[in-house]
């Protein structure tokens, strides 16, 4: 079983930056590919970004491209997303997720699951 903490959400205004880091306990993550999803109110969860095991590939969502960097510490079972330039429309809550398939673009393709942390960009 794998236990996964998201932090580093609040309150920024747009043009802003915040670091979200998912810290995951109870078994190593570095043979899982890990992503981050989020999810506004009234609409379904969506693909942000993901990385591979190896830290070696990432994928992006357009929406987010030039934007957001994932990255990974695997010695500290680690995931983040640097959010850079943020838009109103960047506001949901984040989740992070472990999981076998890279890019895993698909919430399904993802077996942990993080709490989420709210992100919310003014405007």
């Known amino acids: 079983q794998v236990q996964m903490v998201e932090s580093g959400g609040g309150l920024v205004q747009a043009g802003g930056s915040l670091r979200l880091s998912c810290a995951a306990s109870?078994?190593?993550?570095?043979?899982?590919?890990m992503g981050w999803f989020r999810q506004a109110p009234a609409k379904e969860r969506e693909f942000v970004a993901s990385i591979r095991w190896s830290g070696g590939n990432t994928y992006y969502a357009d929406s987010v491209k030039g934007r957001f960097t994932i990255s990974r510490d695997n010695v500290k079972s680690t995931v983040y997303l640097q959010m850079n330039s943020l838009k109103p429309e960047d506001t949901a809550v984040y989740y992070c997720?472990?999981?076998?398939?890279?890019?895993?673009?698909?919430?399904?393709?993802?077996?942990?699951w993080g709490q989420g942390t709210q992100v919310t960009v003014s405007a």
């Open positions: 109870g078994r190593t993550l570095s043979r899982y590919s």
């Open positions: 997720a472990a999981g076998m398939y890279f890019p895993g673009l698909r919430p399904l393709e993802y077996g942990y």
